[in-house]
């Protein structure tokens, strides 16, 4: 591991002004106790569940069974706390930035433990589990632009009989509210929290890319992999599990926990943690 720290560390010191984009997946939760989605774990989201609850269609069908299966998630979601790979990444962001460098986080990760940690230059692309939205398009409250918090929302009636009598329901219009996520059946550009438009631009502006615990199996990846090869831009995914990393010339695998890498790298390149 050491030499894979060494060899992150020169590559991230030597970057020097430029961009430092990271993309972080399901896989630096996974110290936390949160399950990840495509894993081998036997407790791999998608192993437990299909695939399909986690669709606007799902929802128009049965409302309450999705908001049962998505509090129970979000449950687990809010008794985690950030890691040391998390904590890493902002001693390695607010290194950047001091030295007059840019720096962008790019996260399909709806958890809080990010921002939790300090991250600043954030993008949540898969949305939130800290808030909620409205089901109707064009309300206030709901796609594009509107969202509201978690904590305004009283879910009490809901947890005690959840029934579509009991669903909960927007302010504004009292059209049934969603999860703030973004669906399977759903476009990156459908809601403006989700940042997709700047998302594209750091695409195509990354000097390097770093992605921590991803499966590579969204759009969102494929989109970074496919602008960081065509630029020659070097990239390196941290994972564990280094056989899911898709084979392009120029990413190199780094079969690490991010949570006993990343904090190694700091270490190397003498930046206190945070």
Known sequence: MEE???????????LEDGLLLVVTGAGISRASGIATFRGSEPDAVWKQSDVSLATFDYFQRDPVGQWRWYLK??????????????????????WQLDRAGRFSLVTQNIDTLHEEAGSQEMIKVHGTSD?????RAGCSLGSPTGSLPREDVDLSSFLSEPTRQTLPTCPVCDA????HVLFFDEYYTEHHDYRFAEVEEMAMAADLILFVGTSF????????????GRRSVPMYSVDPAASRSPQWSRLIALQAPAEELLPAVCRQMGITES
Do not use: Y
């Open 176 to 179: 049934p509210l969603r999860a």
């Open 131 to 135: 808030r909620f939205r409205c089901s």
């Open 217 to 228: 199996a969204v759009g969102v990846t494929d989109l970074f992999l496919q602008s960081g």
């Open 73 to 94: 998630r979000f449950d687990t979601l809010r008794s985690a706390r950030p890691n040391a790979a998390h904590q890493s990444l902002v001693s390695l962001e607010k």
């Open 4 to 14: 894979s720290a060494s060899n992150l560390a020169a590559a991230l010191d030597g």
